[in-house]
């Protein structure tokens, strides 16, 4: 099995931020790389007021926090991936533009590297056959924030190899993420549940019931940490949309049509608490 010691990520956003941080805090070496360098810029700066605060609430030492930015290097050009034994990419959900990055990857990347997407939609067996090493491309699947969150969704294409499984794994744990096996389906395991039932809490609001008595009927009925709706202004009631649409399209069945009192708010421009307004004003 490949031992893994340095990962390389790729996109430096909301996700590719947070998991270059934990791998860089779990004593990986790491890149991260981003084709908008003020996007790289903002990443790092993100990651580097994320370990300030922990420092300061003493849940890491000044010493960790020094030794994950030692772990870290912001990378001026693709070419440096070539010191990496795993790359995450967490680029932009788009197949072309996915599949453009893994193909460039490939013959940068040293033969026995693993290649891994974070992606919510795409199919891993489609982006390892547009490889020259489709048996070491696996889905890597972080939640979002990720340094909070405990899971990891590994997700096998048809040609992934037990070793590619066993090694992505391996490090996913030594990150301190728990993982599940998925099948490569759309939603994997976790939106495939979790969306339909935020669509469903909407078609609630849409026949008249109010957003706070859906939210709290979920949070005191089935001990939620947080109600549906809250949930999906947090996630983006635009990204909710976006999954809900693949789930229709791809798995063809009425059940994962979305509401559409969605569509609508997401034609105001009501996504949530990132634009101020979504079930509840912020
Ligand atoms: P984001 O928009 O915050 O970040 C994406 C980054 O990719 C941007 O900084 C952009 O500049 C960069 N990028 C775009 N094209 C690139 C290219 N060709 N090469 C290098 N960098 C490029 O997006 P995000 O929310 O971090 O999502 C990233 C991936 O993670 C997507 O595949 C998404 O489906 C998945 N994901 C998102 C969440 C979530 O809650 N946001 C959760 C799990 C998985």
Redesign the pocket.
């Known amino acids: 099995m490949i031992d893994i010691k340095t990962v390389g990520v790729?996109?430096?956003?909301?996700?590719?931020?947070?998991i270059a941080q934990v791998a860089a805090m779990s004593g990986f070496k790491c890149f991260l790389?981003?084709?908008?360098r003020a996007?790289?810029e903002?990443?790092m700066e993100g990651i580097k007021a994320q370990l300030k605060k922990m420092v300061e609430k003493e849940k890491i030492s000044a010493e960790q926090s020094s030794q994950t930015l030692a772990n870290l290097t912001p990378a001026k050009a693709?070419s440096e991936y070539a010191a990496c034994d795993m790359v995450v990419?967490?680029?932009?959900?788009?197949l072309d533009?996915?599949l453009?990055?893994f193909a460039e990857l490939d013959s940068i990347l040293p033969a026995n590297s693993l290649l891994t997407?974070?992606?919510?939609?795409?199919s891993i067996t489609r982006l390892a056959a547009g490889t020259k090493r489709p048996d070491k491309v696996m889905g890597a699947?972080?939640?979002?924030p990720v340094p909070v969150m405990k899971l990891v969704e590994l997700i096998r294409g048809l040609q992934t190899s037990d070793e590619t499984y066993a090694a992505v794994k391996a490090a996913s744990e030594k990150m301190g993420k728990t993982t599940v096996l998925a099948v490569d389906s759309p939603g994997f395991i976790v939106n495939r549940i979790l969306c339909p039932m935020l669509n469903e809490a909407v078609y609630l609001v849409q026949e008249g019931v109010k957003p706070e008595d859906v939210d709290n009927g979920m949070k005191l009925g089935t001990n939620q940490p947080m109600g549906p709706l809250t949930l999906a202004d947090f996630?983006?009631l635009d990204?909710l949309l976006y999954v809900l649409r693949i789930l229709h399209s791809e798995l063809g069945e009425d059940k994962y049509r979305p509401c559409p009192l969605l569509v609508k708010y997401v034609e105001a421009g009501w996504y949530g608490k990132k634009t101020g307004r979504g079930f509840y004003k912020y």
């Open positions: 790729i996109g430096a956003g909301q996700m590719g931020a947070g790389w981003d084709a908008n996007a790289l903002k990443g693709l990419e967490a680029i932009i959900e788009n533009i996915k453009k990055v997407s974070n992606t919510s939609s795409i699947h972080f939640m979002n996630i983006g990204t």
